[in-house]
């Protein structure tokens, strides 16, 4: 595996992307996965990242830099912090560990300024058979809420996911006998979490490693504090 910006001796270093937007998203070291048309994978700083390009191109740019370990910690933050540039100068939103209460563990996160954008809190299980589900409070927005996809929804929405599942789980097998890509992506031991709203879905989570983000009002910053933390 190649590391490091134009380790490839071909394709340019990837700028980052605007945040702001992002529907779609990874967390991880992996810049240029293994294609048919790639032979080895280029590795670059961890961050945010943003799928782009077709199976023998893909890359992933990022758009949130995660802090590197000479970065120094930052006065009244007790978690760890996202950056809009490689050298951890920009601060874009910090992660604060508020604590436990009732069970309930909750991180808030906040902007460059230090004001609350929102918060996620870790629910515990109501039942010994079930895994623990999550919370994402948004200043000014409804609660969103995270739970395993055989949980959420009606009958209708179970049957079409799984459906999605045996489909997705086809492809993944179809890509993994190729070669195709070397990544921390789509791990199929990850559980999947439908994020819901007023009873729509405005966001999907495989592990945290994995995000879609369907509705346009969510902060993107939240979804990425989610990912840092990891669905734990």
């Not at 380790?7 to 996965?33: C, H, K, S, Y």
């Not at 895994?131 to 994402?136: G, L, P, Q, S, V």
């Not at 948004?138 to 179970?158: C, M």
Request: neutral net charge; glycine residues 12%; charged residues 25%.
């Amino acid at each position: 595996m190649a590391y490091g910006k134009g380790a490839t001796g071909q394709e340019p270093a990837l700028p980052p992307v605007d945040w702001a937007n992002v529907g779609e998203f990874t967390i991880g070291g992996v810049e240029r996965p293994i294609t048919p048309h790639r032979k080895r994978a280029v590795r670059g700083p961890r961050a945010i990242r943003v799928p782009s390009g077709g199976k023998n191109y893909r890359v992933y740019a990022p758009c949130a830099y995660c802090a590197p370990p000479s970065a120094p910690t930052l006065p009244g933050v007790t978690g760890p912090c996202l950056y809009e540039d490689e050298a951890a100068e920009r601060l874009l939103c910090s992660l604060n560990d508020v604590g436990e209460s009732d069970g309930e563990h909750q991180h808030q996160v906040r902007d460059a300024r230090g004001e609350l954008i929102g918060s996620i809190t870790r629910i515990p299980p109501s039942k010994r058979m079930f895994k623990h589900t999550w919370r994402i409070e948004q200043v000014g927005q409804p609660e969103i809420i995270g739970r395993n996809q055989w949980a959420s929804g009606d009958t209708k929405d179970i049957v079409e996911n799984g459906v999605s599942k045996v489909v997705f789980g086809a492809l993944k097998s179809a890509v993994t006998s190729l070669g195709a890509e070397e990544s921390d992506h789509h791990d199929s031991r990850e559980r999947t979490l439908e994020w819901r709203a007023e009873g729509n879905v405005v966001m999907v989570s495989q592990g945290g490693k994995w995000v879609t983000i369907k509705a346009g009002w969510v902060d993107r910053r939240l979804a990425f504090a989610f990912a840092l933390l990891g669905d734990r």
